[in-house]
């Protein structure tokens, strides 16, 4: 269940698939460079994941992978996959995560995470040391974040999800301060609208890609 997928500088894939447990480096051509975790196991050490969320890499090199949906954190390895540390627990305070469900590094190493059950997006520095939280009603609840062109941050409000009845589906561009700049999108399935926005992809020359699961089923492009 491919769940999440970025390309770096390289020009790289990396994906996490959640059924699996593992997290993977492929080549533009579809060669395995690199696999994270045990097939089908699942866990919470050091050499395991428990559906892992996103993954992105820094400019260094470095590896960081959302642990999110069974394990509430961080982890962080070396450009060959070795470990180099993690971060993260349950809970509300910095540092812990409810469903840490989107990662992204800036080009100064700064490491934003969209820790979705919390509605707020945590920024750290790259080791991990907490900086901030943003956290807002203009925010939402963070599902994704992506860095874009110019150190702007996308991220996808995917809403509450209420049993009944629309709620937000909606995509954001902030500052690298956190001070929203614009938004995009409303719940619905007309063009343009989200049912359910679960990835985004930001291209250096400023094109969107939102991916709309469940329900959705679809992938649009939006241009600046």
């Known amino acids: 269940m491919p769940h999440s997928l970025s390309v770096d500088h390289q020009g790289?894939?990396?994906?996490?698939?959640?059924?699996?447990?593992?997290?993977?480096?492929?080549?533009?051509?579809?060669?395995?460079?690199?696999?994270?975790?045990?097939?089908?196991?699942?866990g919470s050490d050091l050499g395991h994941f428990n559906r892992p969320t996103d993954v992105t890499q820094a400019m260094n090199g470095s590896v960081y992978v959302s642990d999110g949906y069974r394990n509430s954190r961080v982890i962080q390895f070396d450009a060959?996959?070795?470990?180099?540390?993690?971060?993260?627990?349950?809970?509300?305070?910095?540092?812990?995560?409810?469903?840490?469900?989107?990662?992204?590094?800036?080009?100064?190493?700064?490491?934003?995470?969209?820790?979705?059950?919390n509605a707020r997006l945590q920024v750290f520095d790259s080791t991990g040391r907490f900086?901030?939280?943003?956290?807002?009603q203009s925010l939402g609840r963070p599902w994704v974040v992506r860095v874009g062109p110019g150190g702007f941050i996308y991220m996808v409000d995917g809403g509450d999800q209420p049993a009944h009845g629309a709620d937000r589906a909606r995509i954001l561009k902030?500052?690298?301060?956190?001070?929203?700049?614009?938004?995009?999108?409303?719940?619905?399935?007309?063009d343009g609208q989200f049912v359910w926005p679960h990835c985004?992809?930001?291209?250096?020359?400023?094109?969107?890609?939102?991916?709309?699961?469940g329900t959705g089923r679809r992938v649009q492009k939006f241009v600046p």
């Open 131 to 136: 900086l901030e939280e943003w956290r807002s």
């Open 200 to 213: 985004l992809a930001v291209a250096s020359d400023g094109v969107i890609h939102v991916g709309d699961v």
């Open 80 to 117: 060959s996959g070795r470990f180099v540390r993690e971060w993260g627990t349950p809970g509300r305070g910095p540092r812990q995560f409810n469903v840490p469900h989107g990662i992204a590094v800036d080009s100064a190493g700064r490491v934003y995470v969209a820790d979705r059950g």
């Open 12 to 42: 790289n894939v990396w994906l996490t698939d959640v059924a699996l447990h593992q997290v993977f480096k492929l080549h533009p051509s579809g060669r395995t460079l690199l696999t994270l975790g045990k097939r089908g196991v699942p």
């Open 174 to 190: 902030l500052s690298p301060t956190g001070m929203v700049v614009e938004t995009f999108g409303t719940f619905g399935n007309y």
